[in-house]
T-cell receptor, first 111, second 115 residues
Framework: QKEVEQNSGPLSVPEGAIASLNCTYS??????FFWYRQYSGKSPELIMS????GDKEDGRFTAQLNKASQYVSLLIRDSQPSDSATYLC???????????FGKGTSLLVTP | DADVTQTPRNRITKTGKRIMLECSQT?????MYWYRQDPGLGLRLIYY???????NKGEISDGYSVSRQAQAKFSLSLESAIPNQTALYFC??????????????FGPGTRLTVL
């Protein structure tokens, strides 16, 4: 079984700081990488997708991908208490469309 | 608004009962997925379907079956429910016609309890 690994946390950051979330994956054939946000008891919500090495920015969110190191990260700038949630990293399985999810990192932004 | 819906949202059933969870989507997506989520275990793929005639087993298909009745409908059945199937179940969709990307969009979930 190909693995997607995340630190479970909780990661605690003060309001206004940068939160850095990390993910490693084992399948070198993976081509698509996603970050989802999940509030307790709710469904996962897609916040970022990245397909090429480098950085991709969308508002306060930046996704970073390094395929050589099999590493993908998510930076959240100017963190807000409303960003407190579990963040799931997802990677496509081989060359297909199904996704393999990490177990998630719990983020707590304190006022 | 294009959406993914799941019914029921909550269900309590007894061991040995047959139960069906339903998923419908108005996004026009070809691909549909069923996941279960358990505390500490994350999201795990049960079954997925890339079109009406295509059904594939995921990581944990034992004890489950699916039916893709139409492009927009994908049902998950537990033929004889057991307590360790108690979990939060999510349906997801992806891929408009010709899409090469796999951004998946999730329904609201069904909380299933098997007593």
């Amino acid at each position: 079984q190909k693995e997607v690994e995340q630190n479970s946390g909780p990661l605690s950051v003060p309001e206004g700081a940068i939160a850095s979330l990390n993910c490693t994956y084992s399948d070198r054939g993976s081509q698509s990488f996603f970050w989802y946000r999940q509030y307790s008891g709710k469904s996962p919500e897609l916040i970022m997708s990245i397909y090429s090495n480098g950085d991709k920015e969308d508002g306060r969110f930046t996704a970073q991908l390094n395929k050589a190191s099999q590493y993908v990260s998510l930076l959240i700038r100017d963190s807000q208490p409303s960003d407190s949630a579990t963040y799931l990293c997802a990677v496509n399985i081989g060359a297909g469309y199904a996704l393999n999810f990490g177990k998630g990192t719990s983020l707590l932004v304190t006022p | 608004d294009a959406d993914v819906t799941q019914t029921p949202r909550n269900r309590i059933t007894k061991t040995g009962k047959r139960i069906m969870l339903e998923c419908s989507q108005t996004k026009g997506h070809d691909r549909m997925y069923w996941y279960r989520q358990d505390p500490g275990l994350g999201l795990r793929l049960i079954y997925y379907s890339f079109d009406v005639k295509d059904i594939n087993k995921g990581e944990i298909s034992d004890g489950y079956s699916v039916s893709r009745q139409a492009q927009a409908k994908f049902s998950l059945s537990l033929e004889s429910a057991i307590p360790n199937q108690t979990a939060l179940y999510f349906c997801a969709t992806s891929g408009g016609i010709g899409s090469r990307y796999n951004e998946q969009f999730f329904g609201p979930g069904t909380r299933l309890t098997v007593l």
